[in-house]
């Protein structure tokens, strides 16, 4: 009998991917070649060893070929009886909802619909269809981009519940496996379009790489193991340095720290943010290390911030709740937390303004006031630091604004342009 073309079961029982008999592996299944062979695979294996496999497809919509993906894998599944489960999802509306990238938005989008299907089922894991090329063009991307060893670790066999039986197959074996078993796939048009990094390096670099040396996807991956262990070391290093929970850290201990320790010290408080890793990068890393040095404030990937004070670094991430600009009316206005009146009756507390337009929003970074007597205009961000509003508290400041320009803020002033003209004609904006 002729040995099988793709053999993982080896690999999974290294790496304790087979389930407890009965149990459930849930399979991500996009309707490629890879994915249609590692469902297949799980489904045969499952019949061995006493598992069972269900199928996950999520419709992003992106190409007009998605629905003739999802029926591919829908028919493959009712053919072998694999429960099959699907979502279709608005990718881009999500890129402006996350404040993330195309890419990442997409798979955070995906590995959130495969956790909650997961769950929702009783599986015991996520398997997805990543291959011995994956992995060897993953970590050489990674060394282009630049990056330290947890980059170069390249893919984790196992990581959260996510297991990837097929990392040790060559790509070679899934084509023999499609081809022994006669399975129809789809492919994906993008996949053939080298303006993609990833695209140009598997059909154009990895080939001339090849003529080099015949085994050097084999190597590559051997490489990754080894830092991969090694980087897990350093991990658990690192982790020991920092609280237990929350994304505040003194910057005594950060500091003190090896100073190769510091960077992973910081990555593994940015894992605590919810929003997407994959933007940030050494160079904001270095950044934030300097910050803990000098105190101050950082903008970085994702929406998220960071904030050195009293000896204290705090990485944070929007409030979701901060209103959009809303229109005032006369009479009581509420926006988000904020009760605003406008009156034409004076309060000695109110701003005066002109009439007009007048709405109110959270303040932005490209906020500025010219004040009356004042030389020309300043930044709000400027006027609320000499007034002695911390960073991590100016969403809370509310800012009026006359026909969409940020005219009058509490506590700091009004702009010239929106200073009443004449005596007698002004409202009077209230906050309570």
């Known amino acids: 009998m002729s040995k099988p073309v793709v053999d993982a079961a080896a690999w999974m029982e290294r790496f304790g991917m087979l389930p407890p008999p009965g149990g459930t592996i849930l399979c991500a299944v996009s309707g490629g070649r890879d994915s249609v062979c590692l469902l297949d695979y799980l489904w045969r294996l499952g019949q061995e060893r006493g598992f069972s496999v269900a199928a996950a497809h999520l419709n992003h919509g992106m190409r ?19 429960p099959f489960y699907t979502e279709k999802v608005d990718v881009y509306a999500l890129c402006d909802a996350w404040r993330l990238t195309v890419e990442e938005t ?27 090329e994956d992995q060897a063009e993953t970590v050489l991307l990674q060394l282009l981009r630049g990056t330290g060893p ?6 984790p066999p196992v990581r959260e519940g996510i297991i990837r039986p097929l990392l040790d197959t060559p790509r070679a074996a899934i084509d023999a496996y499609i081809a022994a078993h006669d399975l129809p796939y789809v492919t994906d048009e993008t996949n053939l379009d080298t303006h993609y990094a990833r695209n140009r390096l598997r059909l154009e670099i990895m ?13 590559i991956c051997r490489t990754a193991d080894i830092l991969r262990a090694e980087n897990d070391y350093l991990d658990a290093q ?60 950082l903008s970085l990937p ?48 109110a701003l005066a303004v002109r009439p007009g337009a007048w709405s109110a929003r959270p303040w932005r970074r490209e906020d500025g006031l010219t004040l009356p007597g004042s030389r020309g205009r300043r930044s709000l961000k400027r006027l609320l630091a000499e007034r002695g509003v911390p960073p991590e508290q100016r969403d809370a400041v509310p800012v009026f604004c006359l026909a ?4 009058a803020v509490p506590g700091v002033g009004v702009d010239a342009s929106a200073v009443p003209e004449q005596p007698g004609n002004t409202i009077y904006i209230q906050l309570f």
């Open 64 to 82: 007009p070929t998605a629905q003739r993906d999802e029926e591919l894998v829908r028919r493959l599944c009712r053919q072998r009886d694999i």
């Open 302 to 349: 994702g929406g998220a911030a960071a904030v050195c004070r009293q000896g204290t670094l705090t990485l944070t991430v929007p409030d979701a709740s901060r209103p959009e600009e809303t229109p005032l009316h006369p009479g009581d206005n509420r926006v988000g937390a904020w009760h605003i009146r406008l009156s034409d009756t004076f309060s000695p507390d």
């Open 150 to 155: 947890q980059g170069l670790a390249g893919i």
């Open 404 to 407: 969409g320009q940020a005219a």
């Open 238 to 297: 690192a982790a020991a340095l920092l609280p237990d929970t929350g994304t505040a850290l003194p910057c005594h201990t950060l500091l003190s720290a090896p100073a190769a320790l510091r960077p992973r010290m910081l990555r593994l408080l940015a894992e605590r943010l919810p929003v997407g890793k994959k933007d940030f990068s050494a160079a904001h890393y270095r950044a934030l290390e300097m910050l803990a040095q000098t105190g101050g404030t």
């Open 106 to 132: 997409g798979r955070r989008a995906r590995y959130e619909f495969l956790r909650r299907t997961a769950a929702s089922i009783g599986a015991a894991f996520i398997a997805t269809a990543h291959h011995r």
């Open 207 to 219: 080939p001339q790489l090849l003529t080099i040396n015949p085994s050097a996807p084999a190597h």
